[in-house]
């Protein structure tokens, strides 16, 4: 049975899942492989696509909306009579080049960035950390230089993305290898429960890629749809589990001769 077609019976078939156990570490590693490339797609099309209207927006942002500014000698020098205040996309971007503006008129604005004449102040995700300009000495930086930056960027960027996603897909990859493995260990105490005594460590791990197929695909089409369960991954830990067990319960068990008289 190829991959695919081990990927459908693992959605509704403990029995053709138990039939797999005989099967090698190396196919199994593979189908593993292949489980988080099928339900990592949504996730690296959500954040390629993000990732493309975040450099656009925020280069057009900087070209027609932004006045001309530039940071020279640790200060920061704007074109502008009054604070700039921009909202851009629910983050807010303050350019004060005269600190006209306090703390608390900067934190009011929820997730904001402001570049004040001798910091910048980021604010987000209920924390607020100061980075002096002081730190760019000998440093000039204008928005023209920002531009040619985000135009770099924009050009490096399937290279960049590409990193990305094969950098996540490996990360997710061993998360999922280290589920596999602790699952496994469960199996061999379900095993006992259910008096599958000739079950060994190789199978349940074998067993448990499979048991997690369902659960992983169950919660990948829910992040698409933008739902999120609090405690997921210990609600899918328990499905995997509970499927484990189902696949163990299906492994048949021989049943003794009778002796002949």
Do not use: C
Not at 91 to 116: H, K, M, N, R
């Amino acid at each position: 049975m190829n991959i695919f077609s081990q990927f459908v019976k693992s959605l509704y078939s403990p029995k053709a899942m138990a039939s797999f156990r005989f099967q090698g570490i190396g196919k199994t590693i593979l189908y593993v492989f292949f489980l988080v490339l099928i339900t990592s797609i949504p996730m690296f099309i959500t954040f390629g696509t993000s990732a493309v209207k975040l450099v656009n927006s925020t280069e057009e942002f900087l070209q027609n909306e932004t006045p001309d500014f530039y940071i020279q000698d640790g200060e920061f020098i704007a074109d502008v009579e009054e604070p700039f205040i921009a909202d851009e996309q629910g983050f807010t971007i303050i350019l004060d080049p005269e600190s006209e503006l306090s703390l608390d008129e900067i934190s009011s604005y929820g997730e904001v960035v402001a570049i004040q004449s001798k910091e910048i102040i980021f604010k987000g995700a209920g924390q607020t950390d100061f980075v002096p300009l002081s730190d760019f000495q000998g440093t000039e930086v204008t928005k023209e230089n920002l531009l040619q930056f985000m135009d770099s960027v924009g050009s490096a960027f399937p290279i960049i993305i590409t990193v990305l996603l094969l950098v996540g897909y490996l990360f997710f990859a061993a998360t999922k290898f280290v589920q596999i493995s602790i699952l496994g260990l469960f199996g061999l105490l379900l095993k006992n429960v259910l008096n599958r005594n000739k079950l060994h460590y190789r199978h349940t791990w074998v067993l448990a890629a499979y048991a997690v197929t369902l659960p992983t695909f169950i919660f990948t089409l829910m992040q698409a749809s933008g739902l999120v369960l609090p405690f997921s991954s210990l609600i899918s830990f328990a499905v995997s589990l509970f499927v484990l067990y189902l696949i163990i319960k299906e492994v048949k068990v021989k049943k003794p001769t009778p002796p002949i008289n």
